[in-house]
Structure formats: structure tokens, C-alpha cells
Nanobody, 125 residues
């Protein structure tokens, strides 16, 4: 079974940066879309970004210009680079994988086949 493990979360001051990693095992990453989600206290989980198997990207309006998603299929790893962090970015961040097969632009908004355990990101002064 495909498994995903996030890392890189932590406590950072407003304006700071973090880089999250998502290591995938059990399958090669080539044919999967990778979504990044976050869930703040008292709020529903929302999609932050997604990268399709072809490298196409999608971002939530709240993070455009600040976050960058990338992937290295050879390393079976996806990344979320977060710059200019704000307190409202605080939450548990998850990576998720969804099989797109030949649909190389596939990036679901919410429904994914596999989910990581999450990593806490706290932005506070």
C-alpha cells in the first residue's frame, strides 16, 4: 500500500519560511497527483496546493505568491515551500496522493486515495 510521511513542520515567526517534505513509499510517484492540505483549529480541511503527475500546479488564493509546490519523482518526494508565513497559515498540514494514470493534469480538489499523518505548522510571534 502506498504510504506518505510528512516532515518539516515546526514553530516559525510571522514572515518566516518552512519547507515541508512528503516521502512516498509503496509506489512510485510518477502517476499520482500530490495534494497539500491544511486544517486549522475549528475549520474544515482545505486544499493548499496540488501538483499533477505532469508537474502542473494549483494554489489556493490565500497562498498564491507565497507557497510553491514541487515534486521529484526520482526521489519519490514532494515538497511545499512556504514563504512569508502568516499566523493564519497555522494548522496541521497533510500531503495526499491520488492515482491519475494517464490523466497527467489530474488534481482533485478534495478526494484523494492516500493521506499522510500530518505535520504541525505554527506561525506565531
Amino acid at each position: 500500500q502506498l504510504q506518505l510521511v510528512e516532515s518539516g513542520g515546526g514553530l516559525v515567526q510571522p514572515g518566516g519560511s518552512l519547507r515541508l517534505s512528503c516521502v512516498v513509499s509503496g509506489y512510485t510517484l510518477d502517476n499520482f497527483a500530490i495534494g497539500w492540505f491544511r486544517q486549522a483549529p475549528g475549520k474544515e480541511r482545505e486544499r493548499v496546493s496540488c501538483t499533477s503527475s505532469s508537474g502542473g500546479t494549483t494554489y489556493a488564493d490565500s497562498v498564491k505568491g507565497r507557497f510553491t509546490v514541487s515534486r521529484d519523482n526520482a526521489k519519490n518526494t514532494a515538497y511545499l515551500q512556504m514563504l512569508s508565513l502568516k499566523p493564519e497559515d497555522t494548522g496541521v498540514y497533510y500531503c495526499a496522493a491520488d492515482f491519475g494514470g494517464e490523466l497527467t493534469s489530474w488534481c482533485p480538489r478534495s478526494e484523494y486515495d492516500y493521506w499522510g499523518q500530518g505535520t504541525q505548522v505554527t506561525v506565531s510571534s
